[in-house]
């Protein structure tokens, strides 16, 4: 670091330090006292404007310790925790510590991880992070890949891969308006929405997307998939590629990968497991049988920021040939200078996905499989299953609880008061769609516990998913506590619904 005074942004020696131990102490004080801070505080956005301020851009500087000072009063203060053992919506666990001083380390050195050349050591790490995630959920290490932002773009990063790899040979050169085929993906009902959004954003249209019906077990109805990938083949359609879950978002089912994988040999289709959420599951020895069929993916979409625990963002595409993403992303302009001497050629990931510049993400992610071990990370997500499943049976037997799905980590349930409901079946069902809807609403701006939604056979449902270190058997109970509570409540009030 160059001395005060030599330019506006330096930050000279001393001061650093200073301000950095004392934002470490901040941050360690903070995780030591997180259970005792809200879930949130249910802020709105206009309350938050105005503890924010409207002033206009800074025309002057700020000294430094005091910007530091303001941003951890605001971040601290007024954030929803995901971090906090009480917190199960959508899937988003705590970041582990060393993620975060991974991630300081790794702003300092500041690498573009596009060019072997620009981020030597970087790369190195990457690539080896790639090949450990690969043995952590049990497919062969030679699978190559890439780490991304997320859940969607490691999906699509695999999406355009299949295209390329089953697609019209001329598709690069002609482009989809110019293609005879009307290429088609096949999915679950239940699959996440990236599949939609990377159909209408890649060109191909709402309407290339077949949604397979589930079957009584909510997996993907299989007998279904292979007639109406034949009856597309019938209509002069192109299937290209199917999309397998492991791991549902709303209540973590995985489908039958086994069975998938046969269908995809038998029709030459791409298979693609979007595991962001379940995939590290795999690494339970009792779960072997679940994933079945995941070492016949040809790619293979998981997300180190949800169930290992890494700080946002990382996610990641694995992909059994990695060929195939370089066919589909590989350029080579002049005035890129990359070098091609490492006994051939250097790994360059820009021409392994989307990105051109990329941040360090895979430091985080080495570091953390390097601190648990594949031990810490079986007993961990152990753990997170065996309170998802406490969840579950605690609502099944509590009067006013009904247990509804309860797959890897995630449990669903609902709240039916004992008094009060309709006689009505129908009008029944309404008023407790209605009444749960109002319940998780009231949850998650009230910061005692954080729940999210799912619709299972049209039933409004609380749904709690589990991958948080921080959790434990008393927060269960807490919540089963908070949920009847705050349900009755609501139900009791005159006119609430």
């Given at each position: ?443 998650q701006k009230g910061g005692q516990v954080f729940l999210s939604n799912a619709i299972i056979n049209e039933l409004y449902c609380l749904r ?34």
């Amino acid at each position: 670091m160059g001395k005060k005074g030599e330019t506006p942004i330096a930050i000279d020696k001393e001061e650093f330090k200073q301000i950095g131990y004392r934002l470490i102490d901040t941050i360690a004080q903070f995780y030591d006292d997180i259970e005792n801070y809200p879930v949130t505080k249910g802020e709105s956005p206009i309350q938050l404007q105005d503890i924010l301020g409207t002033s206009t851009l800074p025309e002057h500087a700020t000294p430094t310790e005091e910007i530091v000072t303001r941003a951890s009063d605001l971040l601290l203060n007024h954030s929803l925790f995901n971090g906090h053992p009480k917190f199960m919506g959508y899937i988003t666990s705590p970041p582990a510590p060393i993620g975060v001083l991974a991630d300081m380390l790794a702003s300092a050195v500041n690498q573009n991880v596009g060019a072997q050349i620009l981020s030597p050591m970087a790369t190195e790490i990457e690539k080896q992070t790639i090949k450990w995630l690969a043995e952590f959920i049990g497919v062969s290490p030679s699978y190559g890949g890439i780490l991304v932002s997320g859940g969607n773009m490691a999906n699509f990063t695999a999406f355009l891969a299949a295209r390329t790899a089953k697609g019209p040979s001329n598709l690069k050169e002609n482009g989809l308006l110019n293609s005879n085929a009307k290429l088609i993906a096949y999915c679950s009902k239940t699959t996440h929405t990236w599949v939609e959004k990377a159909a209408i954003l890649f060109g191909h249209g709402s309407k290339s997307i077949r949604w397979i019906p589930t079957d009584p077990n909510n997996k993907m109805n299989n007998e279904i998939l292979s007639q109406t990938i034949r009856q597309d083949l019938k209509d002069g359609n192109q299937p290209f590629m199917v999309i397998g879950t492991a791991g549902d978002v709303s209540t973590g089912v995985v489908d039958n990968l086994t069975e998938i994988a046969s269908l995809c040999k038998a029709h030459d289709l791409w298979f693609h497991i979007d595991g962001a959420y379940g995939a590290p599951a795999a690494i339970i020895p009792g779960l072997k049988s679940l994933f079945e069929g995941i070492e016949e993916a040809d790619s293979i979409a998981l997300d180190p920021h949800k169930w290992l625990y890494a700080p946002l963002e990382a996610g990641c595409t694995l992909v059994k040939n990695p060929k195939h993403l370089t066919d589909t992303y590989s350029s080579h302009p002049e005035y890129y200078n990359f070098s091609k001497d490492e006994e051939g050629k250097s790994m360059n990931f820009y021409e392994y996905g989307l990105q051109n510049s990329r941040g360090f993400r895979a430091l985080k992610v080495w570091m953390a499989l390097q601190q648990v071990g594949r031990q810490g990370y079986r007993k961990m997500i152990s753990e997170d299953i065996a309170l998802s499943e406490s969840l579950f049976e605690h609502a099944k037997n509590h009067p006013e609880l009904e247990a509804i799905t309860q797959n890897l980590s995630i449990a669903t349930f609902r709240f039916v008061p004992k008094k009060g409901l309709p006689n009505n079946q129908k009008e029944q069902i309404t008023y407790l769609n209605t009444l749960n809807e109002k319940l998780l609403d009231s949850l998650q701006k009230g910061g005692q516990v954080f729940l999210s939604n799912a619709i299972i056979n049209e039933l409004y449902c609380l749904r709690a998913c589990i991958v948080n270190f921080r959790t434990s058997q008393k927060d269960i109970k807490a919540i089963i506590a908070i949920v009847v509570h705050e349900g009755n409540r609501i139900h009791q009030e005159p006119h609430t619904i």
